[in-house]
Structure formats: C-alpha cells, structure tokens
C-alpha cells in the first residue's frame, strides 16, 4: 500500500510541475553527468514539462535522485518484476470514455509528451509508467533497506531528515564523479 502511494504521489507531481513549450535546450544536451551517466535534457523532460529557466533546479533533483538509484542498483535491488506489474495496473492510457479530471489530466499529458518525443500516446504512457515506477521503486527500496519503514506520521517526518541526510553524504562521497553543466544562477 506505501509503495503504491508513493508511485501514484510521484506521477502526479510529474504531470504538474510545469508547462512549457520553450526549447532552447535540445534533448540530447547533457546537462549532467552521475559516476559516469549521463542525464540529459530529454531525460528530465520525458517525466515532466519543465520550463527551461526551471532546468537548473530540476537538474539537481535528478542528479540526487540517480545518485539514489545508482546506490540501489549496487545494491542489488532489483525492481523490474514490480515495474511490469505497475504497467499492467496503471498503464492503460485512459480511452476518451473515461471523463475524469484525472483521466483527461493523463490523457493531456501523455499527449503533449508523445508529441514531443515522437511516439504515440499509449506508446508514451505505458513507457512513462515503466519509468516512473522503477525509479520511484528504487529509491523506496534504498531507503526502505537503510532507514525502515514509517509506521506513524511523525516518523515519517524524522525518515525524510533523514533520507535527505543520507542523500547528502552521497553527495559529499561521490562529488568527484558528479559534474553538473546546467547549474543554478547565482
């Protein structure tokens, strides 16, 4: 059940962290570069629409969370067995019987998206959800593996202190191989 809210409170940030169709970023720019990976312009904009006066911050929450999912692969997480799961559950592109806020909300996004990526909106929805998902699973799982799990509101509050510690030191051990080339003005 925390895991499926989790992911459901992390496709609903994506689809509403802004909208724009300003391009002076082409999606092959790399902006970013994680022990050796590469993030990249498109990467960001294939979860969410991101203004590009907006990249920079965006940069350093995938840069974070890569970091994460790194650690966790490392691991040796594995989390492509729940991802195929979550397609099958939540992967459906809503058809255009399904008149709800949240069913058109899916429908725009994906829409938009697909266009912006050269594929079709059930083709980007399904592919979106992967995505989502297993990033979303693993660093639930790195972090469930190192802090537990919430049991009540106020530890919860006392996990994500400490969850954003932990992200910190990650930071401050790998910040050798972190290179950010899209950074925040000063």
């Known amino acids: 059940m925390y895991k499926s809210i989790c992911f459901m409170i992390l496709i ?8 724009s169709d300003s391009t002076n970023y082409d999606h092959d720019d790399v902006v970013a570069v994680v022990r050796g990976e590469e993030i990249t ?4 904009r294939f979860f969410s629409e991101v203004k590009d006066e907006d990249l920079p911050e ?37 058809s255009e019987d399904v008149d709800t806020e949240r069913g058109k909300e899916i429908r725009s996004f994906a829409d938009d998206q697909a266009e912006k990526f050269g594929m079709e909106p059930e083709e980007f929805h399904e592919e979106y959800t992967r995505r989502s998902y297993e990033r979303s699973e693993y660093q639930n799982q790195f972090f469930k593996e190192h802090l537990g799990e919430p049991e009540t ?8 202190e400490k969850a954003e510690q932990l992200i910190n030191e990650l930071l401050k051990k790998h910040e050798d191989e972190i290179e950010i080339i899209i950074k925040k003005s000063q």
């Not at 940069?59 to 099958?88: F, N």
């Not at 509101?153 to 996990?159: G, L, P, Q």
């Open 58 to 94: 965006a940069v350093d929450y995938y840069v974070r969370e890569t970091l994460v999912i790194q650690e966790a692969k490392d691991m040796g997480i594995d989390v492509s067995e729940g991802a195929e799961e979550a397609v099958e559950f939540f992967g459906q592109y809503p």
């Open 153 to 160: 509101e106020k530890e919860a509050k006392e996990m994500d």
């Open 41 to 44: 312009v498109g990467y960001i």
């Open 12 to 19: 609903s940030i994506s689809f509403v962290v802004g909208c």
